[in-house]
């Protein structure tokens, strides 16, 4: 008969693995405190007091369902449109367009008069994201 040995207990615990824990813990600390009381520096444009006595011409181009043009209200079509927005953009190189496509629009239709308006140098062109004058 064999007699099989005596097992003894651990009598120590191996800490290592918590201590690289702890060790990996203090690190995380340490860098989100540092990045959370570090921020963002902007420097915000300040509003002027003397309100802005220039006055630009603005022409509103609102494109409709079917590809009929508008200019500030009225019915053109695309060759009018060029001839009205180039007789203002000599008389008013500053002028400003902006460019309302009807959700229903074709968006061709919208880029023609986008591309129009790069042909003519038109340099300050928005485009309208919500009804003008709401």
Known sequence: MQVQAETKPYDSI???PMLDLAYVLLVIF???????????TINLPK???????VKKELRVVQVMPGGRLLLNGASVTMGELE???TAVHSRAPD????IKGDPQAEYARVVEVI????????????LAT????T
């Open 83 to 85: 001839a009205l927005l």
């Open 47 to 53: 509003p002027s007091n003397k309100p802005s006595t």
């Open 95 to 98: 002028m400003s367009l902006v």
């Open 115 to 126: 591309d129009l308006a790069g042909r003519l140098n038109i340099s300050n062109l928005g």
């Open 30 to 40: 340490i860098l989100m405190t540092t990045a959370s009381v570090q921020g963002l």
């Open 130 to 133: 919500a009804r003008i004058g």
């Open 14 to 16: 191996n800490v290592t």
